[in-house]
Nanobody
């Protein structure tokens, strides 16, 4: 079963940095192309919001407060997605989810979601 797996979350002090990774698991033969990588976040009591996206067109950060601090990216081979988060603040605390479009020979292009990774920013 093809799945997305986030990693790199954890606890960090304000002003610190984290880099989240989003990897594809379960692709038959290990061959796949991660066409689009989206990063979302959600805090309790609030709706999930799209934070940043990396596509073949480039990268976009959608949350105003994260612009200049958060950058989504894909490696050149389209195998891994990343979210670089700098100058973290407590307001960035959330569960961060990766979603994206993944192409595999068997299934073609399919959208997937990861399980999420917790990011906690506190003193």
């Amino acid at each position: 079963q093809v799945q997305l797996v986030e990693s790199g979350g954890g606890s960090v002090q304000p002003g610190g940095s984290l880099r989240l990774s989003c990897e594809v698991s379960g692709a038959p033969g290990g061959f796949f192309v991660f066409n689009i990588v989206n990063w979302h976040r959600q805090v309790p009591g609030k709706e999930r919001e799209l934070v940043a996206t990396a596509t073949t067109r480039g990268t976009t950060t959608f949350v105003d407060s994260a612009k200049g601090r958060f950058t989504a990216s894909r490696d050149s081979a389209g195998k891994t997605g990343f979210l670089q988060m700098n100058s973290l603040t407590p307001e960035d605390t959330a569960v961060y989810y990766c979603s994206g479009n993944v192409w595999t020979p068997r299934l073609g292009s399919v959208d997937y979601w990861g399980q999420g990774t917790q990011v906690t920013v506190s003193s």
